[in-house]
C-alpha cells in the first residue's frame, strides 16, 4: 500500500470516529429503534445467498457491486437519491460501510451485506431503518446488482427479507418505500 493510500485510509478512520462521536451526542435523547432486550439476528441464509452484518472489511467487494451497477441502482433510495455516483470512491464507500457497520453496532438501523454462499461475491444489499413515516415501525431498502438483477435474484431476496422481518423481527407495521408502496404514496405519507 502506498503512503498516499495509506494516508487516505487513515483520513477517513478519523471522520468515521468524528461522524459516530457526532452521533453519539444526537443518540443519547432518542428512544431505541428496537427494545434493548432484542436480539438482533446475524442473518439469513438459503440456497442462494446469505446475509450478514456489513462491516469495513467488505469494502471491496461491496464497492465492485456498486460501481458495476450504478445505473440500475439509481433511486434505490427514493427518486431524489442522487446514490450512487460515478465518481463514488473507495475511501467514500469505505467511510459509509464504517457508518452502517456503528449503526448496526448501535442497534439505530442495520446494514446486511447480501453475498454468494462462498462470499467470494456481494451481490446486495439490505437496510432496515427506523421510520421516517409515523403509520410505520420501520423501512426497509435493498438492492442487488445489476447481474443479479438480470439472473432474477431481486424477488427471492424480497420475498426472503419480508419472511424474514416479519418472522424475526419485532415490527408490527413495516414499509419498503418503492415496492409496497410507490414513491408518490410515500411522500404523501406523515
Known sequence: MTNSASGRIARSCRLIILLVTLSNLSMAQTKPFIPTNFKVPDKLENQHFRLRMLNVNDVVKDYDAVMTSIDHLQ???????????????????????????????RRSSFAYTVMNKEESICLGC???????????????????????????????????????????????KVAYPGRDVTWIEWELLE
Do not use: C, M
Request: net charge negative.
Open 126 to 172: 439490505v437496510y432496515i431503518n427506523p421510520s421516517s413515516k409515523i403509520a410505520f415501525d420501520a423501512e426497509v431498502y435493498l438492492w442487488v446488482r445489476q447481474s443479479e438483477f438480470d439472473s432474477g435474484l431481486d424477488p427471492v431476496l424480497f420475498d426472503a427479507v419480508k419472511n424474514w422481518i416479519n418472522q424475526d423481527w419485532p415490527f408490527k
Open 75 to 105: 433511486g434505490v433510495f427514493g427518486p431524489r437519491s442522487k446514490w450512487p455516483r460515478k465518481e463514488l470512491t473507495l475511501e467514500q464507500d469505505l467511510i459509509d460501510l464504517g457508518w452502517h457497520q456503528k449503526e448496526f453496532q
